[in-house]
């Protein structure tokens, strides 16, 4: 009989990972808050139900895929909650971004009721999302990591343990400052360039030959040539990561300069009403201060 697994927060990144499970026979109960996408599953196989608790009830292992720590602290410890349906043996994996202090929390929480946790953020977006491609940063036991394996393998393509609990979160906040620094970095340099008369799309490929070269680039052409920003990741999303990345940098005594700065210019698309705009966006702040949209004819 094929393992049921848990699956709660069907949004842009957890719905193509609870299909992707499916598809590799797993037998899954979902639960989202929006009741339209739990049943759009149950349609494809899946069983929907009712509360975080009756997910738990019916499940060894269940998955979170939330958008923020409350999220994760209400769905998981709150009023029918995960904790009051979990089974002692049982695998909590949490893939959502939080806090590190948080995910502490939980699975101290966890630790006394006989379940494991394991924290398990990921990179990709939803395009690894949808093609099982993911990178998986994994906190928590190496027997828990184990356990799990088969199911992250399913997910993603780079899977790592990378310490105890909260670990696989801090590594996440690290994966987040460099995304967004790249993206800000690679949008001042194509404003500065198709402003001076070069194509953007020859400065993308002849960037990308070389030690400039990056993944950013190669995955978020389309929106920055086309002005494309159709989410796959949000702004409002990345400028949370930052936030969750400043604090650990308080916590730890790491000054984060630049950080800061691309936070607050993620927090400007936000206050413009761009939050839900891909964090790509970026672009159009440096191409309203230079006065310059880039691409053919300007």
Sequence with gaps: MAERIGFIGLGIMGKPMARNLMKAGYDLVVYNRSREKADELAGEGAVAAESPKEVAAACETVITMLPDSPEVREVVAGENGVFEGIREGSLLIDMSTISPVVTEELAATA?????????????????????GTLSIMVGGSEEDFERAKPIFDVLG??????????????????????????????????????????????????????????????????????????????????????????????????????????????????????????????????????????????
């Design 157 to 298: 393509k780079t899977v790592v343990r990378v310490g105890e609990a909260g670990a696989g979160q801090v590594v996440k906040a690290c994966n987040q400052i460099v995304v967004a620094l790249t993206i800000e970095a690679v949008s001042e340099a194509l404003v500065l360039g198709s402003k001076a008369g070069v194509d953007p799309a020859k400065i993308i490929e002849v960037l990308s030959g070389g030690l400039a070269g990056n993944k950013i680039m190669e995955a978020k052409r389309t929106s920055f040539l086309e002005h494309d920003f159709d989410p796959g990741f949000r702004t409002e999303l990345h400028h949370k990561d930052l936030g969750i990345a400043l604090a650990a940098s308080r916590e730890y005594g790491v000054p984060l300069p630049v950080t800061a700065i691309v936070s607050q210019m993620l927090e400007a698309l936000v206050a413009k009403g761009s939050g839900d705009r891909d964090h790509s966006a970026i672009l159009t702040l440096i191409e309203e201060l230079a006065q310059h949209r880039i691409g053919k004819g300007t």
């Design 111 to 131: 630790g006394k009721k006989g379940v494991g946790m394991l924290d398990a953020p990921v990179s990709g977006g939803e395009p690894g999302a949808e093609e």
